[in-house]
């Protein structure tokens, strides 16, 4: 299933400077495990020692962040957007 | 001159330029302004704060920019009130209202905002943007009006009708975007990598803007005589205010402003409907689990706190407490304030007061300290919270009769003589 993954700034480049990949997945898991197989460094950059989500990333899925879903269980759709976002912002 | 030396990430400790960068490209973590303080304490004085403006201007030496000429208007040092009717219903000794009311916006955002663009004019920028609960919007738009930047503030679709008017009268576009602030902010953070020519306050140039929000701390201590308090309790949003409220006091004695090491508790309130730090600080959890908010406290409705974490910290390490109330709390903590200190907060302004009591009672707030609440935003700007609370009691003819017959038993005329200092 092709799913856009959305690039922060801070990422690019890792990317060569895009700021949308499409990478194939049907979880949030896989699809940010494919895109590090595309471009090498987003494993070490997103996930801790432990596997999960850093503290300070925030991944959301049609707009909905996936702490609120099954984190990286969460199932993607074809055609579905994924963004990665800074965590330290507003207030 | 200012004395920043650079920003370093909180968590990995990498170093970077004093540029508008807010996150580590590395970690994520969150940048922080680093400061030269051995060259801030042979310049930083008691003498020095006193000759500065009547704003926070006065603590350039410990803010993350310096101009002559800083986009201000007048915010900061705002009234420190002794509160010893407010004491008094609560048990509480020496009580002091930090009554951040008085900005020129009506809430404490001027002072992370005034710094903000004023860091954001010296890097070059034109436009001025935020996500907001309100009081950021107000703030936002008044000062790039005043900077002569256009403006560009993103808001959740339902806030307070007083707060999108407060924040459209200054001429900048305004924008209310169907959902939460959480959702409002999740897309600034996505605007910042397309719109790098733009500010967003309390996005890209966020480092900057938070260390606005020391000068708390500093006023406060230059208004106890330069004397720390026990205990301060201040309300959390994202938690940046509060951490910095921490920070503010070490820093005055880490440049020798004030004699001794001060050992301020800090306690957190929230609101029950948006309590994702008080709930962490009750379970002893080592995460921030965010939430979807449902309260009136809407300046406070930010279910995934960016700085929760280091708000939590921050009341761990100083032995505060942290703990939510209710609406009808909340409600209760506004009223409460207005009459017994004669201050009209927003509804942030009773969350904290809310808390205070419910730490009070509880004890946690002892009588035998000197406390400071931080009262950050006007109640002009939520009266919706007070529909059908408050209100003109009864509507009479203008006739002696039914005035009598309105105050009832009371307060019936007496005829007798005016005080004597009246006559």
């Known amino acids: 299933m092709s799913i856009t993954v959305r690039i922060p700034t801070q990422l690019r480049t890792l990317t060569g400077g895009s700021g949308e990949v499409s990478v194939e997945g049907s979880t949030v898991g896989e699809a940010l495990k494919a895109l590090d197989g595309a471009h090498a460094g987003f494993a070490d950059r997103l996930f801790d020692e432990s596997g999960e989500l850093r503290r300070f990333v925030n991944v959301f899925v ?27 912002a507003g207030g | 001159m200012d004395f920043v030396s650079g920003l370093r990430c909180r968590e990995c400790g990498r170093a970077y330029p004093a540029e508008a960068l807010h996150v580590c490209d590395y970690c994520f973590g969150p940048l922080e302004v680093a400061y030269d303080y051995e060259r801030v304490a042979a310049t930083m004085t008691r003498e020095r704060i006193q000759s500065g403006p009547r704003s926070i201007w006065r603590y350039a030496d410990l803010l993350p920019v310096d101009d002559p000429n800083p986009v201000d208007l007048g915010a900061g040092f705002t009234p420190l009130i002794r509160a010893d009717r407010l004491a008094a219903e609560l048990g509480l000794g020496e009580l002091w209202i930090k009554d951040d009311t008085a900005n020129p916006t009506g809430s404490f955002k001027d002072r992370v905002v005034s710094v903000a663009l004023t860091k954001a004019r010296q890097l070059g920028f034109k436009i001025a943007a935020c996500a907001s609960t309100g009081n950021l919007a107000n703030s936002v738009a008044a000062h790039a009006a005043r900077a002569g930047m256009e403006s560009v503030v993103l808001i959740p679709h339902d806030l307070e009708k007083a707060k999108v008017t407060m924040t ?25 990598s397309e719109q790098p020519s733009w500010a967003f306050v309390n996005v890209n140039v966020r480092t900057y803007y938070a260390e606005g929000s020391k000068t708390l701390a500093f006023e406060t201590v230059e208004q106890l005589g330069w004397q720390a308090p026990d205990h301060v309790v201040v309300p959390i949003g994202s938690g940046s205010q509060l951490t910095k409220v921490a920070k503010g006091f070490e820093e005055l004695w880490k440049v020798g402003v004030l004699d001794e090491e001060p050992s301020v508790r800090i306690s957190g309130a929230q609101a029950a409907g948006c309590s994702p730090v008080a709930t962490a600080f009750a379970e002893q959890a080592d995460a921030i689990r965010p939430v979807k908010p449902d309260t009136i406290a809407k300046s406070l409705a930010i279910g995934n706190p960016a700085d929760g974490w280091y708000a939590l910290e921050a009341i761990r390490r100083s032995g505060g407490a942290c703990a939510s109330v209710t609406d009808a709390e909340i409600i209760e903590g506004i009223r409460l304030l207005a009459r017994t200190e004669g201050i009209f907060a927003e509804t942030a302004g009773g969350v904290t007061i809310a808390t205070l009591a419910k730490l009070a009672a509880a004890g946690t707030v002892r009588s035998d300290e000197r406390v400071v609440a931080m009262v950050t935003g006007h109640g002009l700007k939520t009266v919706e919270a007070l529909a059908g609370e408050v209100g003109s009691t009864t509507t009479i003819a203008p006739t002696l009769a039914a005035f009598a017959a309105a105050m009832g038993d009371d307060h019936k005329p007496t005829g007798g003589p005016a005080p004597r200092s009246l006559r």
């Open chain 1, 62 to 88: 049609a707009d909905e962040d996936v702490r609120f879903l099954d984190g990286l269980a969460t199932p993607v759709a074809e055609g579905q957007t994924l963004s990665i976002v800074p965590a330290v």
């Open chain 2, 168 to 192: 459209s009268v200054y001429g900048g576009r305004v924008i209310a975007v169907e959902g939460s602030y959480d959702d409002v902010n999740r897309l600034c953070a996505e605007l910042t």
